[in-house]
């Protein structure tokens, strides 16, 4: 499907000096290291549409673009891919409540996220595939498992065949990426779209491949599967699969989905015979009225408003950057105040003084160490306000440079060049 319109990116000379992330399964922040040199894949777990973009979802897919911009500017090829879960029981369930058919309710929202990530000056992914478009390559796959034996069935009284589920016993893979134990995960698997009771099932944290019919519910025609539709964990194994190739560099998301989302789509691939990914970054939750922020709990706060109601989607950028990408936060009102001023200073800044090669400098190792981007701040606020201490002893020429060419190339030390590039913010306007 199409994605979005991507905002047009001038990347800074590349400095080859590798990125560094923290990675879920070792626990450590690493270089990347690409599996084939030169070219950085990374995979970006994408939204359920059936509400609209709120901040946390902006959160967790800025910190994807600062990691694409990061590899970009260590003078990697960057390439993503991204699903669109629209095919799920919440989906399904708000379609019915609303009495909207399921596709329109998804493709209304995934048109909203479009505008938001645009406005967010998100690069777009160059994979982005949503799992009704992927059907075929999702029914292939799980046909390859049912033929490799580690596919079962198990006995569904409501529906005229039976539900598939993965057999994770046969190699033990579960708990690689989060490292959790089986009581931790016993406390989260049945609210995050688990079952780990139903019976018939050879092992609880087995997950549903494939879901045979219901009544009122969409279906695919399966061959040896037999009508119905894919369990969650596969869509993101097919799509990375498709997109990117297995294995691949980077899987992002957020920390929701450390398990049993992405424990579970590696343990897939290894069913499959394949590896997953080489690192596994997560984001930080954002809550609002003293909870995660959730479609589920409905205390949202919407980018698409904030936006209508005249927030400039740079300051919600600058609120983002405040909040290094791993740590959980609480969004609130006064920190959009603060951005909002932030944002005047630094323009004023880049108009003044746009020539600053040590803060480019820091900005650039700021984002390579780990993405932190509450640095990054530290140095730009050091930089606004010398500028603003030059403007005021009005200390000529040097500092001052007039606008002449925009190519970062030309202008290596240009701060305004330089956020642009990084953060995908633009201080020229
Ligand atoms: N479609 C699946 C992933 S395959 C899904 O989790 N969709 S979602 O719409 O629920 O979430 C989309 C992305 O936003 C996920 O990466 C999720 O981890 C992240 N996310 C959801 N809620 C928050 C939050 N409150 N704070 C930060 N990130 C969040
Ligand atoms: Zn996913």
């Given at each position: 499907?199409?994605?979005?319109?991507?905002?047009?990116?001038?990347?800074?000379?590349?400095?080859?000096?590798?990125?560094?992330?923290?990675?879920?399964?070792?626990?450590?922040?690493?270089?990347?290291?690409?599996?084939?040199?030169?070219?950085?894949?990374?995979?970006?777990?994408?939204?359920?549409?059936?509400?609209?973009?709120?901040?946390?979802?902006?959160?967790?897919?800025?910190?994807?673009?600062?990691?694409?911009?990061?590899?970009?500017?260590?003078?990697?090829?960057?390439?993503?891919?991204?699903?669109?879960?629209?095919?799920?029981?919440?989906?399904?369930?708000?379609?019915?409540?609303?009495?909207?058919?399921?596709?329109?309710?998804?493709?209304?929202?995934?048109?909203?996220?479009?505008?938001?990530?645009?406005?967010?000056?998100?690069?777009?992914?160059?994979?982005?595939?949503?799992?009704?478009?992927?059907?075929?390559?999702?029914?292939?796959?799980?046909?390859?498992?049912?033929?490799?034996?580690?596919?079962?069935?198990?006995?569904?009284?409501?529906?005229?065949?039976?539900?598939?589920?993965?057999?994770?016993?046969?190699?033990?893979?579960?708990?690689?990426?989060?490292?959790?134990?089986?009581?931790?995960?016993?406390?989260?698997?049945?609210?995050?779209?688990?079952?780990?009771?139903?019976?018939?099932?050879?092992?609880?944290?087995?997950?549903?491949?494939?879901?045979?019919?219901?009544?009122?519910?969409?279906?695919?025609?399966?061959?040896?599967?037999?009508?119905?539709?894919?369990?969650?964990?596969?869509?993101?194994?097919?799509?990375?699969?498709?997109?990117?190739?297995?294995?691949?560099?980077?899987?992002?998301?957020?920390?929701?989905?450390?398990?049993?989302?992405?424990?579970?789509?590696?343990?897939?691939?290894?069913?499959?015979?394949?590896?997953?990914?080489?690192?596994?970054?997560?984001?930080?939750?954002?809550?609002?009225?003293?909870?995660?922020?959730?479609?589920?709990?409905?205390?949202?706060?919407?980018?698409?408003?904030?936006?209508?109601?005249?927030?400039?989607?740079?300051?919600?950028?600058?609120?983002l950057m405040a909040h290094h990408y791993r740590a959980d936060w609480a969004w609130s009102e006064d920190e959009v105040d603060l951005a909002a001023a932030r944002l005047e200073t630094y323009r004023?800044?880049?108009?003044?003084?746009?020539?600053?090669?040590?803060?480019?400098?820091?900005?650039?190792?700021?984002?390579?160490?780990?993405?932190?981007?509450?640095?990054?701040?530290?140095?730009?606020?050091?930089?606004?306000?010398?500028?603003?201490?030059?403007?005021?002893?009005?200390?000529?020429?040097?500092?001052?440079?007039?606008?002449?060419?925009?190519?970062?190339?030309?202008?290596?030390?240009?701060?305004?060049?330089?956020?642009?590039a990084l953060f995908g913010l633009d201080l020229r306007s």
């Amino acid at each position: 499907m199409h994605s979005w319109n991507s905002p047009s990116i001038s990347p800074l000379p590349a400095s080859g000096v590798p990125l560094r992330l923290h990675d879920t399964r070792t626990g450590r922040v690493a270089p990347v290291v690409p599996i084939t040199p030169g070219r950085a894949r990374l995979y970006v777990c994408g939204i359920t549409p059936y509400d609209a973009t709120h901040l946390g979802h902006a959160a967790t897919y800025h910190a994807a673009d600062l990691m694409r911009r990061a590899l970009l500017d260590t003078g990697l090829e960057v390439v993503v891919a991204q699903n669109v879960t629209d095919v799920d029981d919440p989906l399904l369930e708000r379609a019915d409540r609303d009495g909207i058919g399921w596709r329109e309710l998804a493709a209304s929202q995934v048109a909203l996220f479009a505008e938001d990530m645009e406005a967010l000056r998100i690069i777009a992914p160059e994979t982005y595939r949503s799992v009704s478009e992927s059907m075929d390559d999702i029914i292939t796959t799980v046909q390859t498992l049912h033929a490799r034996g580690r596919a079962y069935q198990v006995e569904a009284p409501d529906a005229a065949g039976p539900d598939w589920y993965l057999d994770l016993g046969v190699d033990g893979a579960l708990g690689d990426v989060s490292g959790w134990s089986e009581q931790q995960m016993l406390t989260v698997f049945a609210e995050r779209g688990g079952d780990p009771e139903r019976e018939g099932k050879r092992g609880r944290f087995d997950p549903l491949l494939w879901r045979a019919e219901r009544a009122g519910e969409p279906a695919w025609e399966a061959g040896v599967l037999g009508r119905g539709r894919p369990g969650w964990h596969v869509e993101c194994v097919c799509i990375a699969q498709d997109g990117l190739g297995l294995p691949f560099d980077i899987q992002a998301g957020g920390s929701d989905l450390i398990f049993p989302h992405h424990d579970l789509s590696a343990a897939h691939a290894v069913a499959l015979g394949r590896g997953f990914a080489g690192m596994y970054t997560h984001s930080g939750m954002v809550a609002h009225e003293g909870e995660k922020m959730s479609k589920s709990l409905g205390n949202l706060v919407f980018v698409h408003r904030l936006v209508r109601d005249g927030v400039d989607p740079r300051v919600i950028r600058l609120v983002l950057m405040a909040h290094h990408y791993r740590a959980d936060w609480a969004w609130s009102e006064d920190e959009v105040d603060l951005a909002a001023a932030r944002l005047e200073t630094y323009r004023t800044a880049a108009a003044l003084h746009g020539q600053h090669p040590r803060t480019v400098a820091a900005l650039r190792s700021a984002l390579r160490d780990d993405l932190d981007t509450p640095s990054a701040l530290t140095a730009l606020d050091t930089w606004a306000a010398a500028a603003r201490a030059d403007a005021v002893d009005q200390e000529p020429a040097g500092t001052a440079e007039p606008a002449g060419t925009t190519d970062p190339a030309d202008r290596p030390g240009d701060v305004a060049a330089a956020t642009d590039a990084l953060f995908g913010l633009d201080l020229r306007s």
